[in-house]
């Protein structure tokens, strides 16, 4: 079945550092990619997504490649910001109606 | 824009009690999918729905029940409840074109306690 696996966490970073939050995929068929972020007592929020291969999610600074070769799709900031303190969830969700299967979720610490 | 409405955004029941949970999508979409998160956990897939019908089904309890209206808000319906229902319950929204898996967007989520 479709499956997700994500980096522990927490990721500890100073203000301005460059993240990387590893996320691979087991998947049958062509699944779209999806990162979705959940700040402190609220809901999930997409951040972005891809839904082919090579394609490139982009979204507030944020950037995440889908490999097909590799199976991955990380996730990836050049700058981080207090702001982006927040647990990162990478899923999975193939055509149609079909439901997302969720990593564990990443915890990222940005600390000034 | 308008965004997935849920009611009541926090429950606080007794064990043994029933709870009833609304989700209202995002105008003209038509396929509503719930989700339960767990203290610290990714959320789980319950159920879905599409056009009114059932599409797919998680590891819901057979305690727990469901349905999409023909405004297409959905109600999940919880009985018996126990302590371990204690979870962040999401619903989703989505417009299946066919295409590409269409993008889940997510409500703020109903708090439940279960005391």
């Known amino acids: 079945g479709n499956s997700v696996t994500q980096m522990e966490g927490p990721v500890t970073l100073s203000e301005e550092a460059f993240l990387t939050i590893n996320c691979t995929y087991t998947a049958t068929g062509y699944p779209s990619l999806f990162w979705y972020v959940q700040y402190p007592g609220e809901g999930l929020q997409l951040l972005l997504k891809a839904t082919k291969a090579d394609d490139k999610g982009s979204n507030k600074g944020f950037e995440a490649t889908y490999r097909k070769e590799t199976t991955s799709f990380h996730l990836e900031k050049g700058s981080v910001q207090v702001s982006d303190s927040a647990v990162y969830f990478c899923?999975?969700?193939?055509?149609?109606?079909?439901?997302?299967?969720f990593g564990t979720g990443t915890r990222l610490l940005v600390s000034p | 824009a308008a965004g997935v409405i849920q009611s009541p955004r926090h429950l606080i029941k007794e064990k043994r009690e029933t709870a009833t949970l609304k989700c209202y999508p995002i105008?003209?979409?038509?396929?509503v999918y719930w989700y339960q998160q767990g203290p610290g956990q990714d959320p789980q897939f319950l159920i879905s729905f599409y056009e009114k019908m059932q599409s797919d089904k998680g590891s819901i309890p057979d305690r727990f029940s469901a349905q999409q209206f023909s405004d297409y808000h959905s109600e999940l319906n919880m009985s018996s409840l126990e302590l371990g229902d204690s979870a962040l319950y999401f619903c989703a929204s989505s417009y299946i074109s066919g295409g590409p898996t269409d993008t889940q967007y997510f409500g703020p989520g109903t708090r439940l306690t279960v005391l």
């Open positions: 899923a999975l969700g193939n055509t149609g109606f079909q439901k997302l299967v």
């Open positions: 105008p003209r979409h038509d396929t």
